[in-house]
Nanobody, 121 residues
């Protein structure tokens, strides 16, 4: 069974940093692109970042560029999101998600349960 487990969320002050992790199992991790998606309170899902199967290509939503860094360690089957210069607007539940296939990298078929990030003074 495919399993994605996020961790690393918590309460942080504006301008602070947080590092999220996603432990993956149940599939060949390095065959798939991965993404981070978030959902702020009362709002819809917002795509945050994506990374290719080998980490060679990364992509970010405009508001995250220069602040967030996505990475992966295929030997550990783990996806990461380094979040710097955090703003109150970044408060959300953050999910990691698996791409369905190499032909449908923009479609995600499995999601983790999410980890809460709260940015507040």
């Amino acid at each position: 069974e495919v399993q994605l487990v996020e961790s690393g969320g918590g309460l942080v002050q504006p301008g602070g940093s947080l590092r999220l992790s996603c432990a993956a199992s149940g599939f060949t991790f390095d065959d798939y692109a991965m993404s981070w998606v978030r959902q702020a309170p009362g709002k819809g899902l917002e795509w945050v970042s994506a990374i290719s199967w080998n980490g060679g290509s990364t992509y970010y939503a405009e508001s995250m560029k220069g602040r967030f860094t996505i990475s992966r360690d295929n030997a550990k089957n783990t996806l990461y999101l380094q979040m710097n210069s955090l703003k109150s607007e970044d408060t959300a539940v953050y999910y990691c998600a698996k791409a369905q296939s190499r032909l449908r990298v923009g479609v995600h078929d499995y999601w983790g349960q999410g980890t809460q990030v709260t940015v507040s003074s």
